[in-house]
């Protein structure tokens, strides 16, 4: 099956072909049964196969501006550049519905939109749209000018943990972890593959670290822990602080640090802190250039490995098993120096895979591939189109 994903910053207009393939059953058909995540569950867990081509379209200071949207010019630039790809069959962009078809946490939620129906999502946007109303109104205006159905992926950024996991003891304040849900999952399914276990059976820790970190444990395919991250928690990243203490915050107040309106807080803590503050670099190439020369590199790597280890260490206690397998992905997964140091770290615990990159547009395209394929649930709307 072919999809095309569809991604619409403030700045910027990407479109990517996913080819996706079905596993051969090696073993004949009695092996698809039920997994333990839900629905159908081939060999190895239903992986899929991914060929990837991407484009980053060229703007005009018309076409994306601010928040506004020239949508027949952005129509007109997408089919230009898929002329000369495949057709697809679906368009697939990253939303979420204010409203969602599926409880919350049904975290791989799919949400179909069938071509006869894109007429009136056109009419009926949400405004809790994640990436606004621009980028959903493009992908169905284009979806319905391809004849298409239209998926939209939710960008989760966080799920329901167990309730021993989002204990505090601070009586009514439960944690609710934010983290990079989509990366750390694919990659973990990927993990499992090459371990030769199916998600649905495997122990694994996944690190997505990037401008901001999240550490998450999965277990029998599910979440049973995460750091979190940005202000939920993780490890240091690229513009993110890493673990404060109380003590530490009460020393922030006190210095009016925190005397400031939600935004900038938030701010503050993902995107003035971590590597670019202790350097001064902004860039993983930076700082890998002056990693040999600069000691403020190298005290801030040492830190990094030292953060991440113990992260990675912490969410091995929330498995029940030995984990089958550890998985660093991320834009700074592409520091070697660094990622040799913490496979050094790690690799007694599990096998250790480093999958360099932000890879958004993979883990879209694979959870839309999931949901065409029932292998994970997937929800129609309208909502009342819903079976009851």
Known sequence: MRVYVLSVSS???????AE???PVPSVGPEAVGVSECGGPDPVQDGRLDLQMTRADLPLDPHLLNGTGLDLNRALDALEMQAAAWPPADAV????AWEEPAAAV???SQVIYVAPEHLLQAQHDLPSGAVLGNRGLRLAIAWAMRLGVPLLTVPLPQQVELPADARETGIPGLRREPRFHVLNSEMV?????????QRFCDAAVIAAHLG???SVTAYQKGKVVNSTGSGLTGGPMGLRQAGPVSPATLQRLWDSDHLQMHAGAWTEFWTGEGGLRALTGYGSVRELMAAEETDPRVQAAAAAFVHQVACAVGQQCGALTIRPDAIVLTGPLARWDGVMHRLEARLSWMAPVFV????????????AAGRG???WAPMHSWPRELQPA
């Open 211 to 213: 401008s901001t970190s």
């Open 188 to 196: 973990a399914r990927e993990a499992a593959y090459d371990v030769g």
């Open 105 to 107: 946490s049904d975290r």
């Open 355 to 366: 999958v360099p990159g932000d890879l958004e547009f993979e883990a879209v395209a694979r």
């Open 92 to 95: 697939v962009t990253v939303a």
């Open 20 to 22: 996706l393939t079905p």
């Open 11 to 17: 700045s910027s207009l990407k479109l990517g072909l």
């Open 372 to 374: 065409l394929m029932g």
